[in-house]
T-cell receptor, first 112, second 113 residues
Framework: DGGITQSPKYLFRKEGQNVTLSCEQN?????MYWYRQDPGQGLRLIYY???????QKGDIAEGYSVSREKKESFPLTVTSAQKNPTAFYLC???????????FGSGTRLTVV | GQQLNQSPQSMFIQEGEDVSMNCTSS?????WLWYKQDPGEGPVLLIA?????ELTSNGRLTAQFGITRKDSFLNISASIPSDVGIYFC?????????????FGTGTRLKVLA
């Protein structure tokens, strides 16, 4: 079955450490996205990529980094520069056109 | 960054009641989508709208693309406990073929049995 997989589901990180969240899709989608969701808040765009080896900053890119070396994969690194990293992170993918996004099931990151 | 305004922000309703929520923007959108997010999961697409005035149903859900292209509405009839969750609207401001969607702030629905 085609889909988009995020791992791990839950992640704990010590302050000052970088951590990488995985996102893999086998839908052959061109574009991939990372969103952050805080309790009681909507979805805020961190980074997105429309093609391999290219990505653009979203609305809240500071303290995050991404790479897009393969069409299927779009990992997100939460660096120690991100001041409030505890949140629910959602990865999504899409094809060109008005078909919307397919979301993964999310990773909940907690800084301890 | 740009976000869409959804209302109400949250609502408690009795099982069996109908629910209405809407999404508004200051700019024109070419596509409107409605998603539902269960607790601890990613959003799932419910309905997609592509034309001003379009009315589309998916079971007990009905959504409309506003004729001004600046708003959209979602109705849920005869609510049941599993309708609980967060409902997001999303709009595509660019021409067909662009990737980026703008998401609403969400409507949190709680159904009392």
């Amino acid at each position: 079955d085609g889909g988009i997989t995020q791992s791990p589901k839950y992640l704990f990180r010590k302050e000052g450490q970088n951590v990488t969240l995985s996102c893999e899709q086998n839908l052959n989608h061109d574009a991939m996205y990372w969103y952050r969701q805080d309790p009681g808040q909507g979805l805020r765009l961190i980074y997105y990529s429309q093609i391999v080896n290219d990505f653009q900053k979203g609305d809240i890119a500071e303290g995050y980094s991404v790479s897009r070396e393969k069409k299927e994969s779009f990992p997100l690194t939460v660096t120690s520069a991100q001041k409030n990293p505890t949140a629910f992170y959602l990865c999504a993918s899409s094809i060109q056109g008005a078909y919307g996004y397919t979301f993964g099931s999310g990773t909940r990151l907690t800084v301890v | 960054g740009q976000q869409l305004n959804q209302s109400p922000q949250s609502m408690f309703i009795q099982e069996g009641e109908d629910v209405s929520m809407n999404c508004t923007s200051s700019s024109i959108f070419n596509t409107w989508l409605w998603y539902k997010q269960d607790p601890g999961e990613g959003p799932v697409l419910l309905i997609a709208l592509y034309k001003a005035g379009e009315l589309t149903s998916n079971g007990r859900l009905t959504a409309q693309f506003g004729i001004t292209r600046k708003d959209s509405f979602l109705n849920i009839s005869a609510s049941i406990p599993s309708d609980v969750g967060i409902y997001f609207c999303a709009g595509q401001p660019g021409p067909s073929g662009t990737y980026k969607y703008i998401f609403g702030t969400g409507t949190r629905l709680k159904v009392l049995a």
